[in-house]
């Protein structure tokens, strides 16, 4: 079992930039998968960006590539999150996940979620 943690959330203006944080306690073992979603008020869950611990490959939704960057901090079990030229449809609810195994980008298939940080992007 794993617990996680997200910190770093705020309020940006359009063009800002936030880097959130996810810290991760507990069973993490070396094929701990860890991503972040985001949800906006009457939106689904959507998938934003993962990394496998181990290895290191990294995955983007095509809303956020070239804007975010997903990155390990291993010594501290925590995964981040620089998001860059924030827009206000990035306003949402950030969760970190995590799940053993393979890499999916299905909200479904990750076992272990955070609490949450809001971000808002004002225009």
Do not use: H
């Amino acid at each position: 079992q794993v617990q996680l943690a997200e910190s770093g959330g705020g309020l940006v203006q359009a063009g800002g930039s936030l880097r959130l944080s996810c810290a991760a306690s507990g069973r993490t073992l070396s094929n701990l998968v860890m991503g972040w979603f985001r949800q906006a008020p009457g939106k689904e869950r959507e998938f934003v960006a993962a990394v496998a611990w181990s290895g290191g490959s990294v995955y983007y939704a095509d809303s956020v590539k070239g804007r975010f960057t997903i990155s390990r901090t291993n010594a501290k079990n925590t995964v981040n999150l620089q998001m860059n030229s924030l827009k206000p449809e990035d306003t949402a609810v950030y969760f970190c996940a995590a799940r053993y195994g393979v890499t999916y980008v299905e909200s479904n298939k990750y076992d272990y979620w955070g609490q949450g940080t809001q971000v808002t992007v004002s225009s």
